[in-house]
């Protein structure tokens, strides 16, 4: 599961993919605190317009492999929470476009 992290942090789709299409349980933690990585992708900063498409095509393609959106970490955090406090609105607008509850 550590591997995701740093994948997922440099934006490498192709390593993120092959890892979760190699039936890797969505939902496991990828940090020690018990983020996801659908969780880690709504962390990303949004730095440049760039930043945001590569955060949206990097939420997209975890989506692909249905995780849940409510699953809490350690602290009780969300996905949904986790964006606000990193102050991602791309995370935040998928999130309300999936229909978070």
Sequence with gaps: PRVLNPAIKKYEFQKVFDHLNSE???????????????????TLSEKTPEHRDYIKCML??????????????????????????CGSNTAIDILLDRGYP
């Design 24 to 42: 890797f349980p969505i939902d496991t933690p990828v940090t020690d605190t018990g983020i996801t990585c659908f969780g880690l992708a709504c």
């Design 60 to 85: 997209e393609l975890i989506l692909r492999f249905k995780p849940d959106l409510t699953l809490k970490d350690n602290h009780g955090r969300t996905p949904l929470h986790l964006a606000a406090r």
